[in-house]
């Protein structure tokens, strides 16, 4: 699996849009690019996948690079209950390798 | 709620013991997978099952083992456990087929004393 880089945190002002990116240029052809986040201790929770195309769906949007090297999560308008640790995941085949995430606190 | 059904939510046990994490998949889900998060830590993948049988194995210790059984539903074992196996240990299942999604259940917390 290709590996991800992350920033370790972000803030972002509430009712803003956070941007949170990942790295992963080792990315293959066929590997799609998950996020998903944790929120405290709870289990992860799915945000939005793709392969190369820009995805939307009602918690956020994906945007993959051309080159798909890189992509960018984007929550419109983040509110104070979006604060949690995102993961960028590239899977192929079956296993999700989780890396070490980016740590978002909105701020009132 | 993911669907994702886990027991217990939290266990505490000593050092040597033997433990059982149960997990039951969302309805219709063939693949299974465990996951251990220790104190600050990221999620690290232990295993895979799928519609029974073991696909992928990760970082899982000898003294773990686990199986997925005819009705879908997956146990992690524990055992000559350790202070450092303190942690929570995720369960979470996929459709199995296609790129789709995982859903995680919301963990058992084993804290071993």
């Known amino acids: 699996d290709a590996k991800t880089t992350q920033p370790p945190s972000m803030d972002c002002a509430e009712g803003r849009a956070a941007n949170l990116p990942c790295n992963h240029s080792t990315i293959s052809g066929n590997e799609y690019v998950y996020w998903y986040r944790q929120i405290h201790s709870q289990g992860p929770q799915y945000i939005i996948h793709?392969?190369?195309n820009n995805e939307t769906n009602e918690m956020a949007s994906l945007i993959i690079t051309e080159d798909r090297k890189s992509s960018t999560l984007i929550l419109p308008h983040a509110t104070l209950r979006d604060t949690a640790v995102y993961y960028c995941?590239?899977?192929?085949?079956?296993?999700?390798?989780f890396g070490t995430g980016t740590s978002l606190t909105v701020i009132p | 709620d993911s669907g994702v059904t886990q027991t217990p939510k939290h266990l505490i046990t000593a050092t040597g013991q033997r433990v059982t994490l149960r997990c039951s998949p969302r309805s219709g889900d063939l693949s299974v997978y465990w996951y251990q998060q220790s104190l600050d830590q990221g999620l690290q993948f232990l295993i895979q099952?799928?519609?029974?049988?073991?696909?992928a194995k990760g970082n899982i210790l000898e003294r773990f083992s686990a199986q997925q059984f005819p009705d879908l539903h997956s146990e992690l074992n524990l055992s000559s456990l350790e202070l450092g196996d303190s942690a929570l240990y995720f369960c979470?299942?996929?459709?199995?087929?296609?790129?789709?999604?995982?859903?995680f259940g919301q963990g058992t917390r084993l804290t071993v004393v």
């Open positions: 793709g392969l190369k």
């Open positions: 099952y799928y519609n029974g049988e073991e696909r």
């Open positions: 979470a299942s996929r459709r199995g087929t296609g790129h789709t999604e995982a859903f």
């Open positions: 995941i590239v899977r192929f085949g079956n296993q999700f390798y």
